[in-house]
T-cell receptor
Framework: AQTVTQSQPEMSVQEAETVTLSCTYD???????LFWYKQPPSRQMILVIRQEAYKQQNATENRFSVNFQKAAKSFSLKISDSQLGDTAMYFC???????????????FGKGTKLSVKP | EAGVAQSPRYKIIEKRQSVAFWCNPI?????LYWYQQILGQGPKLLIQ????????DSQLPKDRFSAERLKGVDSTLKIQPAKLEDSAVYLC?????????????FGAGTRLSVL
């Protein structure tokens, strides 16, 4: 069974600085997807960034980028130029593609609470 | 484009009572998911529908939880009778087709408190 581990329950960063959130996962699959979701106090999960395991290039979305190390099963999220609106819970998630019996559901880590301080 | 709609936002009930949650997915999304998020944890899948058929309910406590998706559009999740440990946020998500496009879009959730 797949597992996702986020070892940092809480982190804080000063506005405009850079912060990195860690995520490791365990799987025997070779093809899969990895995601970072943001959950602000409003509770709505918002997709931040996604990575396909077959792609060697790290995904980037504006101020958000990932460091995907497939051999190490590591998937960290870097937030540059942190903004007050980045304050939220961040969840790392794993998905097996929908073939070979998988139904394509997400497996989440426990989350990291990020606080951006002015 | 409208997002995933859920209601109610909050619900407080006493143990052994029943409760129902409603979800309307994004138009055209064939796949619908219900997740349970207990405080301090990540969401956990309860049930997944493809159109109006169940494709995964392996983690649904079937003695007390039930869900349906009539006509392959909106869905209801019911708990009867509720227990204290059912206190959680219940999130609904939808996707176009997880095989083709793996992004899931989430609603704002329903926070359930069982007293």
């Amino acid at each position: 069974a797949q597992t996702v581990t986020q070892s940092q329950p809480e982190m804080s960063v000063q506005e405009a600085e850079t912060v990195t959130l860690s995520c490791t996962y365990d799987t025997s699959e070779s093809n899969y997807y990895l995601f970072w979701y943001k959950q602000p106090p409003s509770r709505q999960m918002i997709l931040v960034i996604r990575q396909e395991a077959y792609k060697q290039q790290n995904a980037t979305e504006n101020r958000f980028s990932v460091n995907f190390q497939k051999a190490a099963k590591s998937f960290s999220l870097k937030i540059s130029d942190s903004q007050l609106g980045d304050t939220a819970m961040y969840f790392c998630a794993f998905m097996k593609p929908r073939y070979g019996g998988s139904q394509g559901n997400l497996i989440f880590g426990k989350g990291t609470k990020l606080s951006v301080k002015p | 484009e409208a997002g995933v709609a859920q209601s109610p936002r909050y619900k407080i009930i006493e143990k052994r009572q029943s409760v129902a949650f409603w979800c309307n997915p994004i138009s055209g999304h064939a796949t619908l998911y219900w997740y349970q998020q207990i405080l301090g944890q990540g969401p956990k899948l309860l049930i997944q529908f493809q159109n109006n058929g169940v494709v995964d309910d392996s983690q649904l406590p079937k003695d007390r939880f039930s869900a349906e998706r009539l006509k392959g559009v909106d869905s209801t999740l019911k708990i009867q009778p509720a227990k204290l440990e059912d206190s959680a946020v219940y999130l609904c998500a939808s996707s176009l087709d997880p095989g083709l496009y793996p992004i899931q879009y989430f609603g704002a959730g329903t926070r359930l408190s069982v007293l």
